[in-house]
């Protein structure tokens, strides 16, 4: 694997984690609190890895030029900076839902989630896209 795959890899990585975080939705409406935690732990644990790889592959690539004009480029920026002001609000956000859950405050837990659920699947979704927008739809030239 070389930096140039990170992309695909970080791309992988939001896919995976919107699909944890459904099915971790899914597990705490349908009363399974077990699976609901292991699958939130394996969400943190794969944004981790996100995180991890977006940096990697940043200190090395540098900016990316986003190569779309006119119209596709004002969505892409404002997808874009959307998706970076919450992801980095969403940060403080998951911490502040998940501390309470370790420490077994459901109540406290359950309403920061409420706030925290939304922005963080916004922030997995939006990632992917940003992603194909710029390396496939898009490439850099």
């Known amino acids: 694997m070389t ?24 597990f705490i409406k349908s009363g399974k609190p077990k699976a609901h935690g292991l ?28 190569s779309g004009t006119g119209t596709v480029r004002t969505v892409y920026f404002t997808l874009l900076i959307s998706h970076i002001i919450l992801a980095v609000v969403n940060l403080p956000m998951i911490i502040l839902t998940v501390l309470p859950a370790w420490k077994h405050r459901f109540d406290k837990h359950k309403r920061w989630a409420k706030l925290t659920l939304p922005v963080w699947l916004y922030v997995s979704v939006t990632g992917v896209i940003v992603y194909l927008m710029c390396y496939v739809w898009y490439p850099p030239t």
């Open 39 to 66: 699958t939130m732990t394996l969400a943190l644990l794969v944004s981790a890895a996100f995180l991890t790889s977006y940096l990697i592959y940043h200190y090395h690539a540098g900016h990316v030029k986003f």
């Open 3 to 26: 930096v140039s795959d990170l992309p695909l890899v970080n791309a992988s990585l939001n896919a995976t984690c919107t699909v944890l975080l459904v099915l971790g939705l899914i």
